[in-house]
Every structure is written in C-alpha cells, then in structure tokens.
C-alpha cells in the first residue's frame, strides 16, 4: 500500500475470500510467487473444496464486517474431490436467489473459478472486486444490523 | 369425512394394520386443532378434520417417541402427502412401514392471533392445484369435487396468495426488501416453532442449537435472526413442498412462506423441480448436472 495515498479515513474496503486448498488457493500462491500485485484488502480463508463452503460463512462474513464475498474454486471438471465444485454451483445458485428477496446486496458477493496456474486471473479479480466495493461504500445495511443487534 | 376417517381408522387399529393412528383433534387451549395421536380403536372419535387442521402431522414421523409407537397410520391433506414423499426420498422412513390416509382438503383458514379462524384461507390454498392427496394408501373424501378445485385455481394458481406477495416483494429495490425483513425478522424471538413444525427439518441437532462455536446467535438479535431465517429458508431449498406450517406455527406471524416460495420458484424455473412430487426421486441438491448454469460464476 502506498502509504502517501493512505488517508486515516479513506474507505478501505474488508474483503473476505473463501478458496478451495487446490485450485484458487495455488492460484493466489502463483501471483504472489509470480510478484503480481493485488490489494491487502482480501483476508483469505482456504477450505478443502468450494463443496464445503457451507452458504452460513457468507452471512457470517457480512456478520463480522466484511463488505463483499468471494468464493472460488477449481473449474469444473477440476475439483480435488470430482464434484465438490459442481455440487457448489448448483447450492449457489439457488442461494443467490434467497439472498436476492430478502435484499442482500449480491454486487457484493462473488463466485469464481480460479485454478492454481490462474494466477494474473486471480490478481485481476480481486482488483476488480476491491475497486467495485470502494466505489460501492462499506455495506452500511449489514454494519447496522449488527450494530443494532 | 370426519365420520369415513374415524371408521376408516378404527378398522385399521382393530385389525391391527397400524399401531398409532396420528390424527387431527382439538387437543390446544379452547380446543384450538393440533395433532392427536390414537392407540385404542375406541377412541376414534377424538379425530377431526376440518379446516382448522393447519399442522403438517408428517413432521412426528421422524420423531423417536412416535416411532415407539409402532407402525403409524398418517392423515395428510396434499401438501402433507409431499412431504411423506420427501421423507421416503431422503431415506429417512420407508413407504411401507406408514399407512397414509390422503384427505381430500378444500382449503385450509388461517387463524388470528388468539388462535380463532378468520374465515380468510391460508396464501398457498388459494394457488392449491391438488386438492386430493397423492401417493396414498386411502383417500377419503370426495375426488371429483377435488378435481373441480383444481381446475377452478388452476389459471391464475401462479399469480395469488404467496405468489402475488412475492412478486410485489420482489419488484421494490434491493434495499426495500432488505427493510422489509429488518422488520420481519426482528419480530423473531426464535422460539424454531418454524423448525419444529416442519416435517423436513428433522436433523436430531440444529445447526442454530450448536454453540461450540456457536454458528449463528443462540438468541434472538437482529444479526442472527437474519442468519437464523435465511438459513432455515436454505436448509429446505429444493426441498420445502410448501406446506406452510412453518408461518402458521409462527407467533411473531414471519411471512416465512416468501422465502420458502422464493426457492421453490427457483427450483422449478431453473430445474424443473417440484419437491415432493414423485415417490424415488432424487433430491435437487444433492445431485448436480455438468451443464448447471453458470453465468453468474466469473
Ligand atoms: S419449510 Fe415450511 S412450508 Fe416448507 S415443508 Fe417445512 S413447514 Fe412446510
Ligand atoms: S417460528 Fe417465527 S419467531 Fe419462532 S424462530 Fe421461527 S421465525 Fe422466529
Ligand atoms: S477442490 Fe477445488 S473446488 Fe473442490
């Protein structure tokens, strides 16, 4: 981070990322071996497969301040575990559909294939997601309702 | 009909064809409906069936003090029939160890808050389109003045009752619905009657009782109330047949029916699934197909 741009009270957005040990995992590992540069702001949370991402840690994500969600894993046909991914999708899908009627914001939760030699893709992404949820704000809906709870 | 199922019952208890016949009766304060369960052939006559009858009974069919009772007999109206289905399709009991006796049903009321009928039917009996039970061992009840039923829903069944709901939900902004279940949810006192009176939620332990670590708030806040209702919502997805005995269980009165019609409606658009149809089939999830879409993966 370049600390002279850094101001106390610039918006730096918290962004947590739920990767599959095997695939987006070595792909976040390539970038940084490869030296690509992407923000700090992802905390990064490696799982076994994107099958075991139970939908309950993306809530529980925005519980603890995050302000928009990744979940990655490996290309489909890919998966460790042969169908984790595939399985994932499907859960996802509907899930979103869940999320979407009780007014979660869903330009704040991402879902991606990254494999482990995607590494500028990877890099791209995150920038991506980092420079949308700055210009989006922190998200105020959910920080409120765990304030008030 | 009251009168053909107690028969209908007793000959089942005196031949011995079941052991516990679980049943409607006015069992609550002021005699409100609820579920009643019948050993002895000459005791029939504590069975009702009228249109008070809210509870899904199928939902005693997993419990363990039910089940030493011995072999049951159900009564069910269609939207509990499914759920029979959906317990057999998730192995957790066997068609033929239950004798289910279908009611024909021609809609359900809802009640006020003191318990008391309305005279106003339940949202999902208004776009009911099988009002005879299916996948039954016996249906009492008249089958034509079922089917009348049926065709009289059936071209606006999509655009009633919880549907209509739904979709005025779904046309505010992202941030209005959100509001709109900041209020709804913060009426929560998670009491899981919702849960309780589901026959689908039949996990012996809950997620929401697990407190090392604790997985969402145990008690009621606003944050867990949130995470409590989308999770119960998800952990029916592609399963829920839309019985409502969540909401109708619900003191604080949680348009719970909305967020289960919400999957179900993504059940059926996206896959073509209708939970609880057909005795065998595989659950949704669970199942997978390589050419799922995708377009919302990056
Ligand atoms: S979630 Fe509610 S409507 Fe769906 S099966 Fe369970 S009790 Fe019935
Ligand atoms: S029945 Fe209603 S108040 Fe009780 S836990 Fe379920 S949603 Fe909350
Ligand atoms: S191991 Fe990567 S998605 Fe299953």
Redesign the interface.
């Known amino acids: 981070m370049n600390a002279e741009t850094k101001s106390t009270d610039a918006f730096e957005p918290k962004i947590v990322a739920f990767v599959c040990n095997w695939c987006t995992y070595l792909g976040a590992d390539l970038a940084g071996t490869n030296r690509l540069e992407y923000p700090a702001n992802i905390r990064i949370l490696r799982l076994p497969c994107t099958g075991r991402v139970d939908f309950n840690l993306i809530v529980k994500a925005f519980e603890i301040g995050a302000d928009a969600v990744l979940v990655s894993g490996c290309h489909p046909g890919d998966c460790h575990y042969t169908a984790g991914n595939f399985h994932a999708r499907r859960r996802w899908d509907l899930f979103r559909e869940l999320l979407d009627t009780v007014g979660i914001d869903l330009n704040r939760v991402y879902f991606s294939w990254i494999s482990a030699a995607e590494g500028a893709k990877f890099q791209k992404l995150v920038t991506e997601i980092v420079d949308k949820t700055r210009e989006m704000g922190p998200y105020e809906d959910y920080k409120k309702l765990v304030a008030e709870s | 009909m009251e009168t053909e199922l107690r028969n209908a019952i007793r000959k089942l208890l005196e031949e011995k064809t079941v052991d516990v016949a679980i049943g409607y009766g006015r069992v609550g304060v002021n005699g409100a409906v609820g579920a009643t369960f019948v050993t002895n052939p000459d005791d029939v006559d504590r069975l009702v069936w009228n249109n008070e009858c809210r509870q899904n009974l199928a939902t005693h069919l997993t419990r363990a003090e039910i089940k030493k009772l011995g072999k049951p007999a159900i009564v069910v109206k269609a939207c509990d029939a499914r759920a029979v289905v959906v317990l057999c399709n998730e192995a957790q009991i066997k068609r033929e160890d239950v004798y289910v006796i279908g009611v024909v049903c021609d809609g359900i009321e809802t009640a006020d808050a003191a318990g008391n009928k309305t005279g106003a039917l339940m949202g999902k009996c208004l776009s009911c389109v099988e009002h005879a039970a299916k996948n039954v061992d016996l249906l009492i009840g008249d089958e034509a003045a079922a089917k009348a039923l049926d065709e009289k829903n059936a071209p606006n069944a999509k655009s009633v009752g919880h549907y209509e709901k ?1 979709a005025k ?2 046309a505010m902004s ?9 209020e709804q949810f913060s009426k929560c006192i998670r009491c899981h009657a919702c849960r309780q009176n589901c026959p689908l939620c039949y996990c012996n332990r809950c ?1 929401a009782d697990k407190n090392r670590p604790t ?3 145990t008690s009621s ?4 109330n ?2 409590w ?3 119960r ?2 952990h029916l ?2 399963r829920c047949v839309g019985c409502g005995a969540c909401a109708a269980a619900c003191p604080a009165g949680i348009e719970l029916d ?2 289960n019609l ?2 179900a ?3 059926e658009d ?2 073509g699934y209708v939970s609880g149809k057909e005795l065998g089939e595989l659950p ?7 050419t ?3 377009e ?3």
């Open positions: 739904l939900l779904r992202q941030k209005e619905r959100f509001e709109y279940w900041r997620v997985r969402i708030d806040s606003l944050k867990g949130f995470a209702n989308i999770l919502a998800f997805a592609g909305l967020l919400t999957l409606n993504a059940a996206q896959f949704l999830i669970g199942t997978y197909s390589p799922d879409k995708e919302f993966i990056r």
